[in-house]
């Protein structure tokens, strides 16, 4: 009886030391704070990007600025900015 006894308390201590194990860090939590959160970003394809800084930067034929404006103003990556600046150059004529 108190082997049987032994034997179910032994098995319930591991069971739970392997519960615990399994869930992950031994019960440690995560206390660092989360990334900032970056600032909503416009989309070219849902509204109109009618920027006269960048349009007066292709007049000048200062692509190169044109774009990195573009990409400062949208949060754009570098192909999609230059799609837009060329998308903006192409309507100018």
């Keep these: 009886m108190i082997g049987k006894l032994l034997f179910l308390a ?9 519960a615990r194990f399994l ?4 019960g440690r939590r995560d206390l660092t704070a989360p990334p900032p959160a970056r ?3 416009r989309r070219v394809g849902d509204e109109r990007i ?7 930067l292709i007049r000048q034929n ?4 044109a774009i990195k404006l ?7 990556g570098l192909a999609e900015a230059k799609d837009a600046v060329e998308a903006m150059e192409d309507a100018m004529r």
């Design 39 to 41: 600032p909503p970003l």
């Design 50 to 56: 009618d920027d006269e800084a960048i349009r007066e």
């Design 62 to 65: 200062r692509k190169i600025d």
């Design 23 to 26: 869930r992950g860090g031994g």
């Design 70 to 76: 573009m990409r400062q103003k949208t949060g754009l």
């Design 10 to 18: 032994v098995g319930l201590l591991i069971g739970l030391l392997l």
